[in-house]
């Protein structure tokens, strides 16, 4: 088991490799230049110059990405920001929390009402509760989530005055964000439940269950949910993936100070360092995601072997 | 006469499919007398799971249903139980194993676990007393090095070893009848016989009734001594194991033992019976196996035969045997007796 997880995380450096270089390549080639959008087009040539060899800019692609590979293995500095000269790394490690709490409790959220509307939908197939569970899923995948963030802002926080329409603070100020940003992935769980739970319940193992005398929410929730996670939890593992994705447009929206909204600030003042650092960031959050998923598996599927 | 464990009396089972219901069981009777073991054989399709699931009230339903007909376990109909009576009778008085060893038990759970649950749901026994049991029930069916079975995972045991294990599962609570749907159709023949005879054993152990769904005439000849013949969902023939093989009468049992293969003769081509069990619910006036029968008359296309008495405990669904007839149409049934190879 130790050696399956070192083993994993040894796999992750050359990844880890080709994305710095990836990351760089695509922020370096983008167009716009992060001196003129910082200071705008009216500095004079000289100021200009200086800056730009500040930062620079003047050497080769292949040198600048030398220096900044350096800098982050041998320094551990991941640079400062063009606009704020803060510290990239603390910046990061402060906002992360925020975006942690916030896709965390909508996991929570998602898994919650995924898997229980998945589980009364098999077991009530066909009936007037699994079609509206049906419809509703079919529609929270359809909206966007920008635009049920914001109704949801609408109805709870303006016209009920609930809760607070946006910001950080309290537990309060999580809740809408986070349901936001859960229910699209609730609909995906739903539908992925549904389907596997249904398929379980034809298993011959089912029909043994019953045959022994078994009570039906023992059958379903001890014998069928057991086997019908397995798929469910890779489902939900990479719909992480997508929440961190999500999480930038819904923290946006609610002015939720994480790092999805610090990456928009970033990309659109062309902060290089910043934006390279978050995009090594979420592909190691999804790399952990996946090896978790692979390690939850082992407790799920007693077939599994680390070896 | 002993007492019967379980008396089926007119017994229909219906599927709904496309919006029409078909009737899958249709009106059958027997009854299975306490320690004895019935076969109950007849090809695919023919109502034989079904039948049995209907024992345990187990049908998928909807689209299945329970239309008619008496389950008497005991003397009481176990239609008119609720399902928690019904839950306290299942894997307790009525056990059931089934044709798929290596699907019917759970993946994810210990071999001990999945027999002390029908233990600790029956037995009133805590933890420890269960896993004493379940490793005692492991040694009773022929599993080696029990105790550590017991914490195995189905997936590391074969097909052979999986059957041990339900027949342990559904004779851990000593229930008065177990019902074993095909189950050595999916195994190999040495592992077959050795299934057949840990059966046997534990028959003569326990006397336990065994009710033996079976396509394999084989298997009834070893292990049974009451044989019903089903042909698409009605019973064509019930006789005690020696009186149907000597003395067959309806032209499907005929057919039926005409094509096992025989040691004794050379033969090139297995005699089959040639067509196939009509679909539920297409035949719609006289006897269901016209279509393929050597001895059709015109009689069998217009009625459907009754279930007639030849004997004491021999009865057969075939107008060949109608009293009325039987000067008319003695030479065919000479016939019939004719084109039955020797068993």
Known sequence: ?307 | MTENVLDIQDLEVSFKSDGKEVKVVNGISFSIGAGETVGVVGESGCGKSVTSLSIMRLIPSPPGRISGGKILYKGENLLDKKERDMRKIRGNDISMIFQEPMTSLNPVFTIGRQIDEVLLLHKNMNRTQARRKSIEMLELVGIPRAEQIYDSHPFELSGGMRQRVMIAIGLACEPQLLIADEPTTALDVTIQAQILDLMRGLKNKTNTAIMFITHDLGVVAEMCDKVVVMYSGEIVEQADVDTLFNDPKHPYTVGLLGSLPKVEEKQDRLFSIKGQVPPPGTVEKGCRFAGRCSHVMPRCTEEDPPLLKLKDGHDARCWLYDDQFKGKEAGARDTAAAGRKEP
């Open chain 1, 1 to 307: 088991m130790l050696q399956f997880v070192l083993r994993r995380l040894i796999g992750m450096v050359p990844i880890l490799f080709i994305i710095t270089i990836i990351s760089f390549l695509f922020v370096h080639l983008t167009p716009g230049d992060p001196i003129r959008i910082m200071y705008g087009a009216e500095i004079d040539q000289e100021t200009y110059q200086t800056l730009y060899e500040r930062e620079g800019f003047h050497d080769p692609l292949p040198v600048q990405y030398g220096r900044y590979m350096v800098d982050m293995l041998v320094h551990g500095d991941f640079g400062q920001s063009y606009r704020t000269r803060a510290d990239v790394s603390e910046e990061v490690v402060r906002r992360f929390g925020y975006t942690a709490v916030l896709t965390i409790l909508s996991m929570f959220w998602a898994i919650l009402i995924g898997v229980s509307v998945g589980i009364i939908s098999a077991t009530k197939r066909n009936s007037i509760w699994d079609r509206a569970g049906m419809v509703s899923t079919i529609t929270a995948l359809s909206i966007p989530e920008f635009w049920f963030g914001l109704m949801l802002m609408q109805i709870f926080a303006v016209q009920l005055g609930w809760f607070p329409t946006s910001g950080s603070g309290t537990i309060w100020h999580l809740l809408l964000p986070s349901i936001t940003l859960g229910f699209g992935v609730a609909a995906t769980i739903v539908r992925f439940t549904r389907s596997s739970v249904l398929e379980v319940m034809r298993e011959d193992y089912v029909r043994t269950a019953r045959a022994k005398g078994q009570k039906e929410r023992v059958v379903i929730w001890s014998h069928v949910l057991r086997n019908a996670l397995i798929p469910v939890v890779t489902m939900a593992g990479l719909q992480f993936g997508f929440l961190i994705g999500g999480a930038v447009v819904v923290e946006q929206v609610f002015a939720w100070p994480g790092l999805g909204s610090y990456l928009i600030d970033s990309i659109l003042s062309r902060d290089y360092p910043v934006i390279q650092a978050l995009i090594l960031l979420f592909s190691l959050q999804f790399l952990i995601i996946n090896l978790l998923v692979d390690i939850s598996y082992g407790f799920l599927n007693p077939q599994i072997r680390y070896d």
